[in-house]
Nanobody, 119 residues
Framework: QVQLVESGGGLVQPGGSLRLSCAAS????????MRWYRQAPGKERELVAA???????NYADSVKGRFTISRDNAKNTVYLQMNLLKPEDTAVYCC?????????????WGQGTQVTVSS
């Protein structure tokens, strides 16, 4: 299986920055897509950003130009640099990876980390 450990959430003022990290460990052969989702209270889960194994990134329109997703394949870690944060970015952020294990591939999810943007 794959274990995902997220870190970097917290409380930040509007206009501030945070960097989230998600490290994958376990018995897998490879990790393909790595993604960050978020879910705010009373709202549906939203895909924030995704990055392929080759480094191609995609973003939700709401975060384009403010957030940057990156990955370190040697460390099996994905990052989300969040700048110019807004109160509407407040949510629980979860990482998701699509990993290949022995005989199958599937999605794995982290526990989530709270990001609160407030003055």
């Amino acid at each position: 299986q794959v274990q995902l450990v997220e870190s970097g959430g917290g409380l930040v003022q509007p206009g501030g920055s945070l960097r989230l990290s998600c490290a994958a460990s376990g018995r897998f052969f490879s990790i393909r897509a790595m993604r960050w989702y978020r879910q705010a209270p009373g709202k549906e889960r939203e895909l924030v950003a995704a990055i392929t194994s080759g480094g191609i990134a995609n973003y939700a329109d709401s975060v384009k130009g403010r957030f940057t997703i990156s990955r370190d394949n040697a460390k099996n870690t994905v990052y989300l640099q969040m700048n110019l944060l807004k109160p509407e970015d407040t949510a629980v952020y979860c990482c998701n990876v699509y990993a290949t294990l022995t005989g199958f591939s599937r999605d794995f999810w982290g526990q989530g980390t709270q990001v609160t943007v407030s003055s």
